[in-house]
């Protein structure tokens, strides 16, 4: 008797026709192009890549039947430090498919296709992890955005996102940085690069400015639009070496992608230019501003495409001259206004998920163009939530300007849809926009990773939506980063250390 063999993709359910004919295009594409290995990652909790590079003809072995990886890859700190302890018995209990530092699965997505263009013929695929029985393992980041995406999709909602990510550019004082230091200077973490300045800053929007730029600028340009992400714009921004990337508008799974994506190429291309770019907050110097990553956000119908946060029909935009215009039923619909205030009313529980390391903490300060409270207003950027457009205009949509450049993308947007969509079925009221964001009688965000974590385990309809276990997961992990800070004796070099050479 012949018995079938069954590939690892079909005990996952995931051999379909559709993925069928992309890994076909793959191939054929990964052979006529020449390329001669392909590189196999994946986003692990703090939204860095982490994976392994096949060989071009063992590419179908991949999308096949996965490629095993250590599962405790799964369970780092940011530092790289394991903070489960998996040769203990009672990991099987509290992590079970953990245990033993056994193999998880990752299994490509052959839509993510991409040819890296600084790196000789190379192509590049995003996976996402497996348990060897073929189930999901449910603290894989992409997938816990994707369970949000289908909550919008049973009512016929999708999102669309619109990324502003500003970051930092420095120029290599050492363009080998780390290939040629002395093995004996090896540290866990690792030195940081020493650096220089690529502008000095002080000078919002400088075309001076972006001239002294422009040589790192248009290798990140020509890195992204190489890999066709949906770059608008390239801005000096106000701290010195500082600028800021924008992204036209995109689904959310795309956007979350296209993010992962950005940060590592440009990262991977700086450098070879000899730059080092960063998305650490607020890098380790004197005189800096911090970087964030503005989240613009609406939802959409699945069918017509419809804005539906935008005031658009004659009787919407009748409805909103009658609302005082601090209303959020004058610029939102009601829908809209019911989401904006399910955000306010999660703030404190997703903040964790905005701002993920201790570093980006420092950035919640009065009159810094950053949030510093729990609330939102018109147009306006000192605020947490930012309201952007109004009655008859289609792209009305709401800005969050709680996240830092290195959150995980798909914790980030996942948060927002459950926080949400909370607000719409609670039908929550949003209280009216301020003109003060910076008004002590407003309630505050969370002062330090530790205490966001603690507010994050607190909030009932996040924990129910993200799933209690990955919440339990996800706050150990990040504690271990808070408590190695807590225990550091020199704050700074910490930092150096763990998110200015890392992240």
């Not at 940081?192 to 600028?217: C, K, T």
């Not at 501003?289 to 613009?296: A, E, N, Q, V, Y």
């Not at 609302?323 to 964790?352: D, E, W």
């Not at 008004?439 to 924990?463: I, V």
Request: aromatic share 8%; charged share 20%.
């Amino acid at each position: 008797m012949n018995l079938k063999r069954i590939s690892f993709a079909e005990q996952c359910g995931q051999n379909t026709p559709h993925r069928q004919a992309e890994v076909q295009r793959v191939l054929t594409l990964a052979q006529a192009s020449g390329l001669e290995w392909i590189r196999l990652v994946w986003c692990d909790v703090h939204g860095s890549l982490r994976g392994k590079t096949w060989v071009t003809s063992e590419l179908a072995t991949a999308f096949a039947d996965g490629m095993g990886m250590v599962s405790t890859l799964m369970l780092k700190d940011t530092s790289d430090r394991t903070v489960y302890k998996v040769f203990e018995a009672n990991v099987k209990t509290e992590l079970p498919g953990f245990e033993g530092a056994s193999n998880v699965m990752l299994l490509p997505d052959p839509s993510t296709f991409k040819i890296l263009s600084w790196a000789e013929k190379t192509g590049w695929l995003l996976c996402q992890p497996w348990f060897p029985n073929g189930q999901a393992v449910p603290y894989d980041s992409r997938r816990i955005l994707q369970s949000a995406l289908e909550k919008l999709a049973a009512k016929g909602w999708g999102m669309k996102c619109g990324l502003e990510v500003e970051f930092h550019i420095y120029k290599l004082k050492d363009a080998e940085h780390g290939g040629d230091a002395d093995p004996a200077q090896a540290s866990w973490p690792g030195l940081a690069p020493q650096v220089s300045m690529i502008h000095p800053g002080y000078n919002l929007l400088n075309e001076l400015w972006f001239d002294r730029a422009e040589p790192a600028l248009r290798i990140v340009k020509q890195t992204a639009q190489d890999l066709g992400l949906p770059l608008l714009s390239l801005e000096i921004e106000l701290g010195p070496s500082q600028v800021e990337a924008v992204f036209k508008v995109t689904d959310a799974m795309t956007a979350a992608d296209n993010m992962v994506l950005f940060r590592s190429a440009v990262k991977q291309a700086l450098r070879r230019g000899g730059y080092h770019a960063t998305f650490m907050c607020r890098p380790p110097f004197e005189n800096i501003m911090s970087s964030g990553w503005h989240l613009h956000q609406s939802l959409f119908d699945l069918q017509s495409g419809q804005n539906l946060f935008a005031r658009t029909s004659a009787a919407d935009i009748q409805e909103a001259a009658g609302l005082q215009a601090n209303n959020a039923r004058h610029t939102l619909t009601h829908l809209g206004a019911q989401y904006l205030a399910g955000l306010l009313s999660h703030a404190q529980g997703i903040t964790s998920l905005c701002t993920t390391t201790v570093n980006g903490f420092g950035r919640f300060k009065p009159n810094a163009l950053a949030p510093q409270s729990i609330v939102w207003g018109l147009d306006n950027r000192g605020a947490m939530l930012r309201v952007v457009g109004g009655a008859g205009d289609h792209a009305t949509r709401i800005e969050n300007r709680l996240g830092e450049p290195a959150a995980n993308p798909y914790l980030y947007m996942a948060s927002q849809i459950l926080a949400g969509l909370d607000g719409i079925q609670n039908s929550l009221e949003a209280p009216l926009a301020t003109e003060a964001p910076y008004a002590e009688s407003a309630a505050s965000l969370p002062l330090t990773l530790g205490d966001a974590l603690a507010h994050l385990g607190q909030d009932k309809a996040l924990c129910e939506g993200l799933g209690l276990h990955f919440v339990r997961y996800y706050q150990r992990i990040k504690q271990s980063e808070q408590n190695r800070f807590d225990e550091a004796e020199d704050k700074v070099e910490f930092q150096r250390r763990e998110y200015f050479s890392r992240i």
